[in-house]
């Protein structure tokens, strides 16, 4: 049980992926950057590794970030009118932010023997 709650992080960013890839399907496009991240995401959950998960926290997080902005802006530009569009995107954006924020404390706390592939001798 303890092995899941540790990559919920990834998990949730890997459904995120999913959806970005079914909703641009639906569009009629193969968005080749959404496919991307949800392979780099599959990869951090079955091999964990320390500086990849880093890597990947810091910059989910600043990506989150930055579409809370964008979500924000879109908020003032149609005079207030898209209160569902404010919550719920602002909200999918926010749970991303702490996401990041507990991949990247989870990962720069890990022991560095447990995520590398390293020979020991006694």
Known sequence: ????????????????????????LGGGHVNYYA?????????????????PG??????????SSYMILAVISDYNRSGGKLVEYLVTAGGIFGIAVIM??????????LEADRTENTITTA
Not at 100 to 109: C, G, I
């Open 100 to 109: 990041a924020a507990a991949m990247v404390y989870k990962f720069a706390v």
């Open 54 to 63: 880093l890597i990947a926290g810091i910059v989910l997080g600043a990506f």
């Open 35 to 51: 496919i991307a991240a949800f392979l780099i995401i599959v990869l951090q959950i079955i091999y964990q590794k320390r500086i």
């Open 1 to 24: 049980m303890k092995r899941i709650t540790n990559r919920i992080p990834e998990i949730f960013f890997g459904l995120l992926s999913v959806y970005w890839i079914i909703d641009n």
